[in-house]
């Protein structure tokens, strides 16, 4: 899935190849956090595991955090999944201090085809545009205080 990215090695090289070869090369500005999580996707809960990999930028930085969720199992529907999301640094005011939040989400599923899976593809979608919202909600709630 890395490979669907050509701005990923051209502006976060380390962070890249790290994804890449881990447990190699590892940067000193990135953290490893393993967790699982049991995730209603579909019609049945869905276990997966989950290495999330976090790098923050300096202070002359553009980009201050890049934030990996690489899926490492799933207990079914999901082959492979990678989110990736990027706090870019918005400006030099600081009067007027904020960033843009950058989210790219894929993943390829299996089992997805034919009428059962057309259903199961309905539910999936519908949750997971559902979830987004809620996750950018409180994302906005919390920086602003809500």
């Not at 034919?114 to 949750?127: L, Q």
Request: charged share 20%; proline share 5%; glycine share 8%.
């Amino acid at each position: 899935m890395l490979s669907y990215s050509k701005a990923l090695p051209e502006q976060l090289p380390e962070f890249y190849n790290y994804l890449l070869a881990y447990p190699k090369a590892k940067p000193t500005n990135v953290d490893d956090t393993f967790y699982w999580a049991r995730v209603k996707f579909g019609l049945k809960p869905t276990l997966r595991v989950v290495q999330t990999v976090t790098m923050r930028g300096g202070p002359a930085d553009s980009v201050a955090y890049a934030i990996a969720e690489k899926q490492l199992y799933s207990s079914h529907y999901f082959e492979t999944a990678l989110d990736l999301s990027f706090c870019i640094r918005g400006g030099d005011d600081a009067k007027q201090p904020g960033f843009y939040l950058i989210m790219a989400m894929g993943s390829e599923q299996a089992g997805l085809t034919g009428v059962k899976g057309s259903i199961v593809r309905k539910a999936a979608v519908g949750r997971s545009v559902s979830n987004l919202q809620n996750a950018l909600t409180t994302i906005r709630n919390t920086l602003e205080g809500r």
